[in-house]
């Protein structure tokens, strides 16, 4: 069974810089939804490439089952790692009840790494940070935090719920958030 833990936050939150720092540190495998299906857009012969493409430009949310998918084969690619972080998924109600059909019983939930930070901070962070993604300009940017706001924080909501959610304030430099992170992962640890 696999150990995984949640990293949700606005877009601009610092997920992947984060993730980055415990993959490198703490043996968990770094899986940013985001970047497993922007890699099958690009895979030659995908089936799915197309569709993809239209909800990343969009702003809107892949159908679970694509995202799910995708997860759970790059999962399957690193059985000895301590755990897995799952970047940028669940985003909706949709998400989570597909995960829990397709995943019950391969996955032990650890907890929800929840990246808070101000969403005009999370903004500027993505128009400014250069790595030339469709998605990270302000139209796109604007659905993309409507979408995390009228369907990814009621998961957060939801996990808060059943005290799974460990908060981070993410609007600090990097450095001071991962050592409140180190702290989350060792409190879960030693549980």
């Not at 833990?5 to 899986?31: A, D, R, W």
């Not at 391969?106 to 250069?130: A, Y």
Request: net charge negative.
């Amino acid at each position: 069974m696999f150990n995984v833990v949640f990293v949700l936050g606005p877009p601009g939150s610092g997920k992947g810089t984060i993730c980055s720092k415990i993959q490198e540190n703490l043996g968990y495998v770094h899986l940013s939804a985001g970047d497993l299906l922007r890699a099958e857009r690009e895979r030659a012969g995908s089936q799915f490439g197309a569709l993809i493409e239209s909800h990343i430009k969009n702003g809107s949310i892949v159908p679970v089952e694509i995202t799910c998918s995708l997860l759970e084969n790059a999962m399957n690619l690193h059985k000895t790692a301590n755990g897995f972080l799952v970047d940028g998924f669940p985003r909706n109600a949709d998400n989570l009840s597909g995960w829990s059909k397709q995943m019950s019983g391969k996955v032990h939930e650890q907890f929800v790494l929840f990246l808070s930070c101000p969403v005009d901070i999370c903004i500027n962070r993505c128009l400014n940070r250069g790595e030339g993604r469709t998605d990270d300009n302000v139209d796109s940017l604007k659905k993309r935090v409507e979408t995390y706001n009228n369907q990814t924080f009621p998961i957060i909501e939801h996990f808060g719920k059943l005290n799974m959610v460990r908060k981070v304030d993410s609007e600090r430099p990097v450095e001071e958030v991962y050592e409140d992170v180190v702290k989350v992962f060792e409190a879960a640890n030693q549980m």
